[in-house]
């Protein structure tokens, strides 16, 4: 249970509310369950979240049924979060006896201020509009948007979320750990997130052990990566493509269409259609 307490504590914390239904499909149990895991919390939190009745809306637009993160709020469980706590079902307190040893290489990471992005995760569940300040890495500055966001998305180590951006009047990503301060904006029209053609329109990435390799470096490169008949396609959705290329260490290659500048024992067979589409994407930044 304790898993699933903190699963709790992370979700006023990250997105300010959390739903029963939610909370009992995440573990695979009942909704009675569910209520006691609730009732539970509440007794152990000095500031229990309180239920969204139903009647008229509230100023953050929560659904009945959802539990928001009260004024003043007190975590239950100390410590330092990060999001990955909301998709890593931690049993801290379940440890496997055994002496293997397994020791995780911890780089620096990319900190996101939870008080600084709490609106824009709720708008992205609740598909609403939001106000941002955000510090873009093309601009000294920081500055104010107005977006709609409708999916949260964990590539090349950072959280990002993507967004109708309503000055630019396009969808883009905004890093979560660049965002300044984010606020609900009651009111505001949401974008449907069908309007996203590059989320929804799905490209087939063809790797293949990259032909510098010997025979036998080619058949252990496949191998390693699960390829059958000397292939392994990977299906991404082409607003991620980027992303895909960048964790595999190809973007470089691919953008020159020159395998000398991949970094890896891999190379694309359909290199020229994703540089292609790598090319219109950006021209269309």
């Known amino acids: 249970m304790k898993a699933r307490l903190r699963h709790i504590d992370d979700r006023l914390i990250w997105f300010g509310f959390f739903r ?10 009942s909704d009675v369950q569910g209520k006691i895991d609730i009732k539970t919390y509440r007794n152990l ?9 139903p009647g008229p809306a509230s100023s953050v637009a929560l659904p009945a049924g959802t539990y928001g993160r009260p004024e003043g709020f007190v975590p239950v469980f100390e410590g330092f979060r990060t999001l990955d706590d909301l998709w890593l079902t931690r049993l801290e307190d379940a440890r496997p006896e055994g002496t293997l040893s397994i020791e995780r290489l911890a780089r620096p990471a990319h900190h996101i201020d939870a008080d600084a992005v709490r609106a824009l995760l709720a708008a992205t569940e609740l598909r609403a509009s939001c106000r941002l300040s955000y510090q873009s890495m093309t601009s ?14 964990k590539a090349s180590g950072r959280y990002h979320v993507r967004a109708f951006d309503f000055s630019r009047k396009k969808f883009i990503d905004f890093s979560l750990s660049r965002v300044l301060s984010s606020t609900p904006l009651a009111g505001e029209p949401a974008v449907p997130a069908a309007l996203d053609e590059d989320w929804h329109t799905m490209i087939d990435v063809e790797f293949v ?3 510098r390799l010997s025979a036998t470096q080619r058949s252990t ?3 390693e990566f699960g390829m059958r008949d000397g292939t392994k396609t990977v299906t991404v959705r082409r607003a991620l493509l980027f992303y895909l290329l960048d964790e595999m260490r190809l973007l470089a290659g691919i953008r020159r269409l020159d395998e000398r500048l991949a970094d890896v024992p891999l190379w694309v067979r359909n290199a020229r259609r994703i540089a292609a589409e790598l090319e219109s994407m950006e021209s269309d930044s």
């Open 140 to 153: 000294a500055e920081s500055s104010d948007r107005t977006v709609c966001p409708h999916a949260l998305v």
């Open 209 to 211: 052990p990259h032909p």
């Open 221 to 223: 490169t496949a191998k």
């Open 20 to 29: 029963l239904a939610d909370h009992a499909a995440k573990f695979g149990i």
């Open 45 to 53: 939190s000095s500031t229990p979240p309180p239920e969204r009745k």
